[in-house]
């Protein structure tokens, strides 16, 4: 079910909590030995809302008026708050052995026999703040794999090979058109 929350959207002003920049996360990688990529099931939906907002995100169907206990996708203002959640929540790690766009979180290792205590130590937040991992979408102690999109390994970053399928399967140009073409002429 998608609930359209437009005119609520419209009434609440903009937060302007900042993501995290991308390449400064994939960068923070290189050099690591070990890292452990995870997902938070659901992210959004682990988050509870105050009661007093239940009415704000109430929907009515066929079989009666509802409401959303937890967080819903859709809410504009959903992203900064789950980032300002896991920026507060994981703060004395940030930088050092950990590093969280949203729900996608790395654990990084600059040498391989600390990985398990940095993963502990993500662990007890994890479970102090009941936030629930995507098994399916986990990699634990992999010396390189994807994060955001990119291939990345001790040595740093590598073409993710899902993006470049497309230029390493085009032949090379047989005449001026396809130059052009190429070249966005």
Known sequence: MCIDFR??????????????????????????????????????????LAP???????FITSDGTFCYVAMPFG????????????????RPQLGRNIEVYVDDMLVKSKKAHHHVEDLEETFVVLRKYRL?????????????????????????IKANPDKIKAIMDMGPPTNIN??????GR
């Open 52 to 58: 007093e907002d239940h009415k704000r995100v109430s």
């Open 178 to 183: 396809e130059v052009q073409r190429l070249t």
């Open 132 to 156: 629930k991992l995507n098994p399916g979408k986990c990699a634990f102690r992999v010396s390189g794999g994807r994060f955001l999109g990119f291939m990345v390994t001790q040595r740093g």
């Open 7 to 48: 005119d609520l959207n419209k009434a609440c002003p903009k937060d302007y909590y900042p993501l995290p920049r991308i390449d400064q996360l994939v960068d923070s990688t290189s050099g690591c030995e070990l890292l452990s990529m995870m997902d938070a099931s659901q992210g959004y939906h682990q988050i509870m």
């Open 75 to 90: 809410l504009k203002n959903a992203g900064a708050t789950y980032q300002r959640l896991v920026d507060k929540i994981f």
